[in-house]
């Protein structure tokens, strides 16, 4: 549909520009989401319908980041994880979206159905964000009426959260580059200081590579320390208290 056809169109490509300002500001994983929870919840928002947002983030090896618009939104996200069991949990089960148009007479969740009321919450809709495989998130919106999302609401919202998954995506691709990078520029970095300490152990006790590198590795598990370290220590005792330079420092 062209976007003189779309009455949101405008709002798709704000959340596209906003993302893509976050991102290019290089905000870190929470301060990401939260920003983006907290536009969400102007955005989709009215002063008659006042909304609020949680996103959550599960990556691997990394901590699970759950923010809020509101600090009700992060601990009712907080509650389902906990007790495994509420809207949340259903999409991202589905990998779908997940309506409660009244919470009064919802039976799926008593519980948590129970626990939002109790912090003013009519209604809520849980979205899937479309990330990479190796990473998930979920966007719940919070109403404190009664069907908050009708009247296009709910497809507001997915446009919303399908223009907030492309820049998420995004985000998390260059930080897993930035991190690739890193490590493998720690790694070349750690890789010569040892290649430096063995050249000196081969030169002080005129043997071969082999044996030299027995010896830094036999020192580093004697003395629990990382074979970096006990190869620093070497050139450091040869080379006096320099910094080594590496053709990988920047």
């Not at 779309?6 to 290019?24: N, R, Y």
């Amino acid at each position: 549909m062209a976007d003189a056809e779309c009455p949101d169109s405008g709002l798709f490509a704000a959340v596209a520009a906003h993302v893509q300002d976050l991102v290019l500001a290089d905000t870190d994983a929470e301060g990401l989401l939260a920003a983006i929870a907290g536009h969400a919840a102007t955005a989709l928002g009215t002063p008659e319908c006042g909304l609020w947002c949680g996103i959550s983030l599960a990556r691997p090896k990394k901590p699970l980041v759950v923010v809020g618009s509101d600090p009700r939104a992060r601990l009712l996200m907080l509650l389902e994880g906990r007790n495994g069991d509420g809207p949340g949990v259903d999409a991202d089960r589905s990998g779908a979206g997940v309506l409660s148009p009244d919470l009064s007479l919802e039976e799926r969740w008593p519980d948590y159905a129970g626990a939002a009321r109790r912090q003013g919450i009519a209604s809520v809709l849980c979205l899937p964000l479309q990330l990479d495989d190796d990473a998930t998130g979920l966007v719940s919106i919070y109403s404190r009426r009664r069907d908050g999302f009708a009247d296009g609401g709910f497809e507001r919202a997915e446009g919303f959260v399908a223009q907030a998954s492309k820049g998420l995506t995004l985000a998390l691709r260059m930080t897993k580059l930035r991190e690739t990078r890193d490590g493998m520029s720690a790694a070349m970095q750690s890789r010569t200081v040892i290649d430096l300490a063995t050249g000196a152990i081969m030169a002080q006790n005129k043997c071969d590579q082999d044996s030299a590198f027995r010896v830094l590795l036999n020192a580093s598990n004697s003395r629990n320390l990382k074979l970096r370290d006990v190869a620093g220590a070497v050139i450091t005792s040869v080379a006096g208290e320099g910094r080594v330079i590496t053709y990988f420092d920047e």
